[in-house]
């Protein structure tokens, strides 16, 4: 009986032990991944969203960048971490998209973390030099057609969003590029879009935001159906004399390792969406031409779900025909 009553202290203890734990969250300063290189858009965006977020917070909120793999090396530390709430990352389109579709990371699904909030969104966009002859996204898939496999267009990764982006433009228009792979670097595609090195890149404007401001570079289209309040000269392919549809980009998600407590996640979204909100980051976002895009755990999840789901069956018919390999 003794025995018994000793084991039934130490699981009480065990219970209030975690309770107490989780009500006092957080009681440390929060480490926050970010699987990219430092002085990148993502890495930004993290480090401002999480700078404001640590006001509403006893403690700090700390950004360490975990280059590698697609953001598979950031996302396998996230997965191994205590799930706690004292270590997040911030998530990609590579991945909730590539990881998985390529079997880069073998078992990994979303089930392997939980969401707290997409904060940003940025679509895809194509940009010239601006001394380019392509004034209008026409004007370049006329070329296209015209010469194929002419012009070089600069992406990221070959087989990652920015590459299925100009591959079903491709397959929509019948335009023919020349195909230009810089490894997951978008400072890459600034230095060969000025030194002539292609004639076009696919990225976001934001990360491109400093070229066009400066009059070096020019937006011909994003990859969107509403118009981006940064760069008004820039219109959403829905807006162009195309008739295209076409709408792809990334996005930053904010998650945490499975099973960490619902009233951690709760508190962190709270305390996210406080910044979000926050009069300093939505005037920055605006500035650096990134569309503040807020969904909440519940929302964001459903959401990523279906549009990991939609992309799938995207790639998988691409790879059917030829166009993609898996």
């Known amino acids: 009986m003794t ?27 929060i ?11 993502t890495d930004a965006i ?37 799930p706690d709430g004292q270590t997040i990352a911030a998530i990609t389109y590579d991945s909730i998209i590539t990881i998985p579709w390529k079997n880069m990371l073998p078992g990994f699904n979303m089930d392997k973390m939980r969401m707290i909030a997409r904060i940003t969104s940025e679509a895809d966009a194509i940009t010239v030099p601006e001394s380019s002859p392509y004034k209008t996204l026409d004007d370049l898939i006329a070329a296209a057609k015209e010469k194929p496999n002419s012009l070089r267009v600069g992406i990221q990764n070959m087989g ?5 982006t100009l591959l079903q433009l491709q397959e929509q228009t019948g335009a023919k590029f020349k195909i ?3 490894d997951n670097s978008a400072a890459s595609q600034k230095e060969a879009l000025l030194n002539g090195e292609v004639d076009a890149v696919v990225t976001s404007l934001g990360d491109l935001a400093p070229l ?23 219109p959403p392919v829905t807006e162009t004399d195309t008739g295209l549809d076409l709408q792809m980009g990334s996005f930053i998600i904010m998650v945490a390792p499975a099973r960490t407590p619902d ?7 709270a305390t996210y969406h406080k910044a979000y909100e926050s009069d300093e980051f939505q005037q920055w976002l605006k500035q ?33 025909k030829g166009v993609l390999e898996k």
């Open 160 to 164: 990652a969003r920015t590459h299925l």
């Open 31 to 41: 480490r926050v991944i970010v699987p990219a290189a430092a002085g990148g858009g």
């Open 212 to 234: 066009i401001e400066s009059g070096q570079a020019r937006g011909l289209v994003e990859f969107s159906d509403t118009q981006n309040e940064g760069f008004p000269n820039v």
């Open 46 to 82: 993290v480090r401002k969203a999480s700078n404001i977020a640590e006001e509403s917070l006893p403690v700090s909120m700390y950004v360490e960048n975990v280059e590698g793999g697609m953001t598979a090396t950031g996302l396998l530390q996230l997965m191994k971490a205590r």
């Open 263 to 269: 009233d951690v996640i709760e508190k962190l979204e």
């Open 288 to 320: 650096i031409g990134v569309t503040p895009a807020w969904l909440g755990a519940d929302d964001v999840t459903q959401w990523a779900n279906d549009t990991q789901q939609q992309l799938f069956s995207t790639m998988d018919e691409l790879v059917d």
């Open 3 to 29: 025995f018994k009553k000793t084991l039934l202290g130490i699981a009480c203890l065990a219970s209030l032990t975690v309770g107490t734990a989780q009500a006092d969250f957080p009681n440390r300063d």
């Open 180 to 182: 230009v792979s810089y």
